[in-house]
């Protein structure tokens, strides 16, 4: 079976033929509906073949969705359990347990940083001389919700405007 670009690419030198008076007038008709046909057929199976894959990645999202859900809970009760442990070790004053499997050990963890109210933080730094070396600012985002409601309400915006599109749609 040809593809839909071979097909499109009949159909085309079949109208110049047409045109030109290459084709008798009785063969065109059936010509044509063949070729529509052919068309028709072919679009179908990538139609259906779209809806496969499409289906195939909702299921295969779905069960990552199933598989992250399952991960986050295990990883939630090894924390819990890992956390039970340490309080059990520092209950009995141990710092060290050897066996055959595991190694189980208490280490102090690096110093890291604990701010006790951000707001006064913030504050402090901005109006600090050295200050802003301790804070990070992060870029503005669009609002487009905000900003499509606007523009359907008539509101000129600088640099922004509605856009139509098309698709074609399988269902």
């Known amino acids: 079976m040809?593809?839909?670009h071979e097909i499109n690419e009949t159909r085309l030198k079949f109208l110049e033929q047409i045109e030109s008076g290459e084709i008798p007038e009785e063969a065109i008709a059936d010509t044509l509906d063949a070729?529509?046909?052919?068309?028709?057929?072919?679009a179908n199976d990538y139609a259906?073949?779209?809806k496969s894959l499409l289906s195939d990645a909702q299921a295969i999202k779905a069960e990552a969705d199933t598989l992250n859900e399952r991960a986050k809970a295990k990883k939630h009760k090894a924390e819990v359990l890992t956390?039970?442990?340490y309080q059990s070790f520092k209950m009995r004053g141990k710092t060290k347990l050897e066996t055959p499997q595991n190694v189980?050990?208490?280490r102090k963890n690096p110093p890291s940083v604990h701010i006790d109210d951000e707001s006064e933080f913030i504050k402090w730094a901005q109006s600090s001389d050295i200050g802003e070396n301790y804070l990070t600012y992060r870029d503005p985002l669009i609002n487009k919700t905000a900003l499509k409601n606007a523009l359907k309400s008539g509101q000129e915006i600088p640099h922004a405007?509605?856009?139509s599109s098309e698709k074609l749609?399988?269902?």
């Open 35 to 42: 070729l529509d046909g052919e068309f028709e057929d072919k």
């Open 104 to 106: 189980l050990k208490i």
């Open 169 to 171: 749609s399988i269902k």
């Open 161 to 163: 405007q509605l856009v």
């Open 48 to 50: 259906s073949y779209i």
């Open 83 to 85: 956390n039970y442990l």
């Open 2 to 4: 040809a593809t839909l």
